[in-house]
């Protein structure tokens, strides 16, 4: 018997930035990530000093053209919806919205395409969740405002949610307001298009765009429940299931702080306030926030359901001795120094692979907020290779997928509420981290590679079958 519920949500997760391509078209302007080139040329370096990277040039930006999507996207859909998906997360391009600051009335072209997507999903049988904003600050915003670190950043993004939400107000009913918005405190280019080239107090920055963020979240929640009382709209944080290295105290203490640095962002989102450990964070890393009134006041009004991705595990430790023992391009190390794990293995760009983890994380979120989750991003980035018949046989996905679900079922039979799943990358998309299309988490296979050559061809993978069938069986056949 299925552990997952009637009406279970079950589809996938694309983003604009690592999706559409179409740059420059129909008076799209350009976004964080349009600037950067890939991890052979110093992505994670450029990614620093934005305003920097900005007057260079590169051969090549992986997200400019992506996938195509901007010119495939009905091919897509239709590829996505014959998985048998009742929901498609996607976001939306803020550029193309608004491709300047101050603007008063939107870009319609770029509208247009979006009101061709999100009435072919429906009319395929998908319902649209929108992330309003997927990693996608328009460079407009880091040029005049320093991005998130400026308070009219609210108002401009209002602007923008307020567009969506009465525009699609009859097709869409699921929204997250910002994509894993904890991120902001790692990539701080992605997360909130700060560049802290130089900043003496990088922290404050951060924790001051979070606040807006926070806030920016919240007054769309009201915002948009005044539009359509029946939206639910989530927050969402980039998961992550850290265990101590060892049962000594300082071990484990270290492990809570670690988490409540994630903790933090839906804890204000789902609770309504500030928790007192924040405060104590503040004031010990000389942190002093633009906070007023009308800010608290703001964020009392709580998400409807509480969304996050999960990738990977992590392992605390305080032992100086064993840090060297990481993978610097494990998952983990992103939020902390994080140790291998012996008992699990790791994915191809090392990330520990760990279902159990989804169990332990779905139950403490659960615990924490007493709010419906949702799992919206979750996958296995690999190397992928076409036979000469062209097929793809990707057993290790399957494999991914079928023991993470496995999990989310027994979390559910646990107790735990779960509005969906949303896989990432149904499709194969750029590689936010590094720019690569060789990393790819599809069930659709796209004919492009890490330089951009490739005919754009979509082809459909073992797991895709595999998924099909998981769908159709609501989970019972796995
Ligand atoms: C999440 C992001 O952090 O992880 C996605 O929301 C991203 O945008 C995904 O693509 C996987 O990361 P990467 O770096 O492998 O693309």
């Avoid at 090549?60 to 009742?86: C, K, Q, T």
């Avoid at 659709?444 to 099909?468: A, E, M, P």
Wanted: glycine share 8%; net charge negative; hydrophobic share 35%.
């Amino acid at each position: 018997m299925s552990n997952f519920p009637k009406n279970f949500l079950w589809g996938g997760a694309t983003a604009a930035n690592q999706y559409e391509g179409g740059f420059d078209e129909d008076g799209k302007t350009l976004s964080v990530m349009d600037i950067l080139p890939d991890e052979a040329h110093g992505r994670k370096q450029a990614m620093k000093h934005p305003l920097e990277t900005m007057k260079k040039k590169y051969d090549f930006y992986p997200n400019r053209v992506s996938i195509d999507g901007y010119h495939h996207w009905e091919e897509d859909l239709e590829l996505l919806a014959g998985m048998g998906f009742n929901i498609y997360r996607m976001s939306v391009s803020w550029p193309r919205i608004f491709p300047k600051a101050n603007m008063d009335k939107p870009n319609e072209d770029g509208l247009k395409f979006y009101d061709k997507v999100i009435k072919k999903a429906n009319e395929l049988g998908m319902q649209v969740l929108i992330t309003i904003d997927h990693f996608d600050t328009p460079m407009w915003a880091v040029e005049e405002f320093n991005g998130w670190a400026d308070r009219r950043m609210i108002d401009e993004y209002l602007k923008l949610a307020k567009v969506l939400f009465t525009r699609y107000k009859d097709q869409v009913k699921y929204w997250i307001t910002f994509n894993e918005i904890n991120m902001l405190l790692h990539y701080p280019l992605f997360g909130a298009g700060l560049d802290l080239t130089g900043d003496p107090n990088p922290k404050q920055t951060q924790y001051q765009a979070a606040h807006y963020q926070l806030v920016a979240s919240a007054k769309a929640v009201t915002m948009g429940h005044k539009i359509n009382p029946n939206f639910m709209i989530g927050s969402m944080i980039a998961g992550i299931c850290n265990y101590a290295y060892t049962p000594y105290p300082q071990d484990v203490l270290q492990k809570q702080k670690v988490m409540r640095e994630s903790y933090f962002f839906p804890d204000v989102q789902a609770r309504g306030y500030y928790p007192r450990y924040a405060k104590k964070f503040f004031e010990d890393n000389n942190i002093k926030l633009d906070i007023t009134d009308d800010d608290l006041e703001a964020l009392k009004d709580t998400v409807d359901y509480v969304s996050f991705s999960y990738y990977s595990s992590g392992v605390i430790t305080t032992d100086k001795r064993l840090l060297g023992n990481t993978a610097s391009s494990n998952f983990a190390s992103t939020f902390s120094d994080s140790v291998i794990n012996p008992y699990l293995k790791a994915s191809d760009w090392g990330w520990i692979i760990d279902p159990v983890g989804l169990r332990i994380t779905m139950n403490d979120m659960y615990d924490r907020y007493q709010k419906p989750l949702m799992v919206v991003e979750n996958g296995l980035g690999a190397i992928d290779h076409v036979t000469d018949d062209g097929k793809i046989h990707d057993d290790y996905r399957i494999k991914y997928h079928k023991e993470h679900l496995e999990q989310m079922g027994l979390a559910i039979r646990d107790g735990v509420e779960c509005l969906g799943y949303t896989m990432w990358g149904p499709i194969d998309l750029v590689s936010v981290s590094t720019g690569e299309m060789s990393k790819r988490y599809g069930f659709i296979y796209v004919d492009r590679d890490n330089d951009g050559n490739g005919t754009n061809k979509r082809l459909k993978k073992d797991s895709y079958y595999w998924y099909k069938k998981a769908v159709e069986s609501n989970g019972d056949d796995l």
